[in-house]
Nanobody, 116 residues
Framework: QVQLVESGGGLVQAGGSLRLSCAASGSTFSINVMGWYRQAPGKQRELVATIRGGTMIYADSVKGRFTISADNVKKAVYLQMNSLQPEDTAVYYC???????????WGQGTQVTVSS
């Protein structure tokens, strides 16, 4: 069993920055993919960014503004968010996909609110 603990959310003004962190812990496991998703009220959860090995994938809406990174030893993933816009307001969820055993885990979510 894997536990994900998120931190770093908060309230910022448009143009500001936040850095989200997610640490995975628990019994022995092998990570396949780590990423960040977000969900705004009334909308489905959407992909923000994922990292798999040295490959990063970003949603078009955040390209050039957000940066995902990971520490494979610590089994942690981070999301640096710059030039935040009100449209970025959402609950952000950390996601970890393990290969052994094969399973998907979600963090508890952290609120990001961007004021105009």
């Amino acid at each position: 069993q894997v536990q994900l603990v998120e931190s770093g959310g908060g309230l910022v003004q448009a143009g500001g920055s936040l850095r989200l962190s997610c640490a995975a812990s628990g019994s022995t496991f092998s990570i396949n993919v780590m990423g960040w998703y977000r969900q705004a009220p009334g909308k489905q959860r959407e992909l923000v960014a994922t990292i798999r090995g040295g490959t990063m994938i970003y949603a078009d809406s955040v390209k050039g503004r957000f940066t995902i990174s990971a520490d494979n030893v610590k089994k942690a993933v981070y999301l640096q968010m710059n030039s935040l816009q009100p449209e970025d307001t959402a609950v952000y969820y950390c996601n970890v996909d393990t290969r052994v055993p094969p399973r998907t885990y979600w963090g508890q979510g952290t609120q990001v609110t961007v004021s105009s």
